[in-house]
């Protein structure tokens, strides 16, 4: 009798997935599917906003800084311009950006910590000192104080003698993402969409070369949402500010080419290109199907990278330099009009000097060394990051056409329906980590002993510093002059009138951070949000 012959099971394979859960294929073939031609600089924008991307210029190299008081600020700002950064980034503390002066009892322990301490005017005029703003262009991550930091921006560099419209720069000024994500909110949504409105005509009018909002997904994307998400939920953020404009009786086209976008960079290569791609489409579309703009401007998706911050790790911060450089790669490679990189011992502190530098001269080497940057849109036609481009584009199109169903962001954001999304992502992450199916290098895997480097520590006395100055800002400022700015702003927060020219005098009569948003707490209150669960 004949042996049977005995047959191997084939091994089922494993299956691979994305950072977004898009399953992986072993290898990609040309799709049967056929895609209309496409041209960087043409609609939709998916290769790049302009026809030869880094061939003609590169981004711009905008390392994020501040810290401690005005002075070091300044110094930190000049050290960086001086090895090659191409512009300025503002980063300001947490009682700056929830509008509470040096000396509130809400700011004790925080002053100057996580940012700049910026509480009048004069602080300002430090920050900048030897700075010229009419030749530089300026960053300023700053949401719920938004209109007091421009109003103490455009003072400024008229001192300089520059006027508005020779100013440049971007406030950040996305408040919807802080109800989801960051929550350094101050008023409730109304009147805060009516402040971003309010700077938005302003600008248009005022400081036409200004980018008055920066839409952001980067604080919801480190928060824990999906790549898709972070496209989707910025998006349906936009259309509401956007919104707000138009039933302000602005016409589409005299604000939307300045508006800007804000993404996160993490460390899955392919997915973010695509998720960059992706986010110019659809936008272009929105802008000319949904709110038919005419002007080619208005449909440019234009935005600034930083590097993922929560990718970075306590635990042997070096290895986080080859982290931001593959993310450097990534964002580069999708298109980014302006980058920040972070830097290497951010997990545990604010950069120090030379941490700072070495992050700069990796996007000076990616620009200079790494070739990427000799023709636009260099991944277009592989075939994987194609069909990523076209799973993202159809899952950010599901959930856009949900929040609308919903009724637009605020609903949303007021439903929990961002926050929960948010949540059930980040858990997923995080238990992916805990049980070592995510690997990350020095923590979960191939960890080992090491001594902490040298960190950069904020000066304790700082704060103190900051409340003398306060004590004799307000003893040497005209008292009536101020009180007269003051009311008046109160007066016009009562009415529809636009904000913006109140506060900017406010500013000049040196009002305080505090004292602006004091006053307009009096007239919205403040946010308490619900708790969803």
């Given at each position: 009798m004949a042996a049977k012959k005995v047959t191997k099971s084939k091994k089922p394979e494993k299956k691979i997935f994305t950072d977004s859960e898009y399953s992986v294929k072993r290898i990609y073939q040309k799709s049967s599917k056929k895609k209309p031609s496409e041209d960087a600089g043409k609609y939709p924008f998916t290769r790049g906003i302009h026809p030869g991307m880094f061939r003609e210029r590169f981004w711009t190299m905008r390392q994020y800084s501040g810290f401690g008081d005005a002075k070091l600020t300044n110094e930190r700002f000049k050290f960086m311009l001086e090895k090659g950064q191409t512009g300025l980034s503002m980063a300001f503390d947490l009682p700056t950006q929830i509008g509470y002066d040096s000396d509130s009892p809400q700011a004790e322990g925080e002053v100057g910590k996580v940012g700049v301490s910026i509480t009048s005017i004069k602080d300002m005029m430090t920050a900048f000192d030897g700075i010229p703003l009419g030749k530089v262009s300026s960053s300023m991550t700053i949401n719920s104080t938004a209109s007091t930091l421009l109003a103490y921006y455009i003072a400024v560099g008229e001192s300089q003698g520059f006027k508005s419209t020779e100013l440049r720069g971007t406030t950040q000024n996305d408040i919807l993402k802080e109800y989801i994500a960051r929550n350094t909110y101050i008023y409730p949504p109304q009147p805060s969409m009516r402040l971003i409105g309010d700077m938005i005509e302003f600008c248009a009018e005022k400081v036409p070369s200004w980018y008055p909002v920066s839409i952001s997904g980067y604080h919801m994307r480190e928060?824990?949402?999906?790549?898709?998400?972070?496209?989707?939920?910025?998006?349906?953020?936009?259309?509401?500010?956007?919104?707000?404009?138009?039933?302000?009786?602005?016409?589409?086209?005299?604000?939307?080419?300045?508006?800007?976008?804000?993404?996160?960079?993490?460390?899955?290569?392919?997915?973010?290109?695509?998720?960059?791609?992706?986010?110019?489409?659809?936008?272009?579309?929105?802008?000319?199907?949904?709110?038919?703009?005419?002007?080619?401007?208005?449909?440019?998706?234009?935005?600034?990278?930083?590097?993922?911050?929560?990718?970075?790790?306590?635990?042997?911060?070096?290895?986080?330099?080859?982290?931001?450089?593959?993310?450097?790669?990534?964002?580069?490679?999708?298109?980014?009009?302006?980058?920040?990189?972070?830097?290497?011992?951010?997990?545990?502190?604010?950069p120090t000097q030379e941490s700072a530098k070495i992050a700069l001269r990796t996007q000076q080497i990616v620009a200079h060394e790494s070739g990427i940057t000799k023709t636009a849109d260099p991944l277009a036609g592989s075939y994987y990051l194609e069909e990523l481009c076209d799973q993202i584009e159809a899952d950010v199109w599901k959930y856009l056409k949900k929040i609308e169903r919903m009724g637009g962001s605020v609903k949303a954001i007021e439903k929990g329906f961002f926050q929960s999304e948010?949540?059930?992502?980040?858990?997923?992450?995080?238990?992916?980590?805990?049980?070592?199916?995510?690997?990350?290098?020095?923590?979960?895997?191939?960890?080992?002993e090491e001594e902490q480097p040298e960190l950069l520590r904020i000066d304790g006395r700082i704060e103190i510093q900051q409340k003398k100055a306060l004590k004799k800002l307000r003893a040497d400022r005209d008292s009536k002059k101020l009180e007269k700015a003051l009311s008046a702003m109160q007066s016009a927060a009562d009415t529809e009138e636009n904000l913006m020219p109140y506060i900017v005098t406010a500013a000049k009569a040196f009002a305080t951070t505090g004292e602006i948003s004091n006053t307009f707490r009096e007239v919205f209150g403040e946010y308490r949000p619900k708790e969803v669960f």
């Amino acid at each position: 009798m004949a042996a049977k012959k005995v047959t191997k099971s084939k091994k089922p394979e494993k299956k691979i997935f994305t950072d977004s859960e898009y399953s992986v294929k072993r290898i990609y073939q040309k799709s049967s599917k056929k895609k209309p031609s496409e041209d960087a600089g043409k609609y939709p924008f998916t290769r790049g906003i302009h026809p030869g991307m880094f061939r003609e210029r590169f981004w711009t190299m905008r390392q994020y800084s501040g810290f401690g008081d005005a002075k070091l600020t300044n110094e930190r700002f000049k050290f960086m311009l001086e090895k090659g950064q191409t512009g300025l980034s503002m980063a300001f503390d947490l009682p700056t950006q929830i509008g509470y002066d040096s000396d509130s009892p809400q700011a004790e322990g925080e002053v100057g910590k996580v940012g700049v301490s910026i509480t009048s005017i004069k602080d300002m005029m430090t920050a900048f000192d030897g700075i010229p703003l009419g030749k530089v262009s300026s960053s300023m991550t700053i949401n719920s104080t938004a209109s007091t930091l421009l109003a103490y921006y455009i003072a400024v560099g008229e001192s300089q003698g520059f006027k508005s419209t020779e100013l440049r720069g971007t406030t950040q000024n996305d408040i919807l993402k802080e109800y989801i994500a960051r929550n350094t909110y101050i008023y409730p949504p109304q009147p805060s969409m009516r402040l971003i409105g309010d700077m938005i005509e302003f600008c248009a009018e005022k400081v036409p070369s200004w980018y008055p909002v920066s839409i952001s997904g980067y604080h919801m994307r480190e928060a824990g949402c999906t790549a898709t998400q972070e496209i989707a939920f910025t998006l349906a953020n936009a259309i509401a500010y956007i919104q707000t404009c138009l039933d302000k009786g602005l016409k589409i086209d005299d604000f939307a080419p300045r508006l800007s976008f804000f993404f996160c960079c993490t460390i899955e290569f392919f997915e973010e290109v695509a998720k960059f791609r992706v986010a110019r489409k659809v936008y272009a579309k929105i802008l000319k199907e949904k709110f038919h703009a005419k002007n080619p401007r208005s449909l440019q998706l234009k935005f600034h990278t930083q590097t993922s911050g929560e990718s970075l790790t306590a635990q042997q911060p070096n290895n986080n330099i080859v982290r931001v450089a593959i993310q450097t790669m990534a964002a580069v490679a999708g298109g980014t009009q302006s980058l920040h990189t972070n830097s290497r011992d951010e997990a545990l502190a604010l950069p120090t000097q030379e941490s700072a530098k070495i992050a700069l001269r990796t996007q000076q080497i990616v620009a200079h060394e790494s070739g990427i940057t000799k023709t636009a849109d260099p991944l277009a036609g592989s075939y994987y990051l194609e069909e990523l481009c076209d799973q993202i584009e159809a899952d950010v199109w599901k959930y856009l056409k949900k929040i609308e169903r919903m009724g637009g962001s605020v609903k949303a954001i007021e439903k929990g329906f961002f926050q929960s999304e948010i949540r059930a992502n980040a858990y997923r992450l995080k238990k992916e980590t805990d049980d070592a199916d995510r690997i990350i290098v020095g923590v979960n895997k191939y960890s080992e002993e090491e001594e902490q480097p040298e960190l950069l520590r904020i000066d304790g006395r700082i704060e103190i510093q900051q409340k003398k100055a306060l004590k004799k800002l307000r003893a040497d400022r005209d008292s009536k002059k101020l009180e007269k700015a003051l009311s008046a702003m109160q007066s016009a927060a009562d009415t529809e009138e636009n904000l913006m020219p109140y506060i900017v005098t406010a500013a000049k009569a040196f009002a305080t951070t505090g004292e602006i948003s004091n006053t307009f707490r009096e007239v919205f209150g403040e946010y308490r949000p619900k708790e969803v669960f």
